[in-house]
């Protein structure tokens, strides 16, 4: 059974960093990524990693945001910097493994003054 456990999301200013960290298990994990949805909004995609280490970006994030994995923890990450208030959402992580494709619960992330 596969299980996610997201950390680091809180409240930031405009310009603000953060990093988002997301501990995975009970399977073996090709892609690793993150999704978000804002109040109101459909979920939408951020980010995502392979096991290989190639990346792919939203267009809203690129230059912004940087994603990495520890295969060996089987930990992806979301680097955040230069955040603005329209990344103010709740950021899921998911995975795609041999047990299908899995969320996290989410973990909130607020960019206000």
């Known amino acids: 059974q596969v299980h996610l456990v997201e950390s680091g999301g809180g409240l930031v200013q405009p310009g603000g960093s953060l990093r988002l960290s997301c501990a995975a298990s009970?399977?073996?994990?090709?892609?690793m990524g993150w999704f978000r949805q804002a109040p109101g909004k459909q979920r939408e995609f951020v980010a995502t990693i392979t096991s290989a280490g190639s990346t792919n970006y939203a267009d809203s994030v690129k230059g912004r945001f940087t994603i990495s994995r520890d295969n060996a923890k089987n930990t992806v990450y979301l680097q955040m910097i230069s955040l603005k208030p329209e990344d103010t959402a709740v950021y899921y992580c998911n995975t795609l493994s041999r047990a299908g494709t899995s969320w996290g619960q989410g973990t909130q992330v607020t960019v206000s003054p």
């Open positions: 009970g399977s073996i994990f090709s892609i």
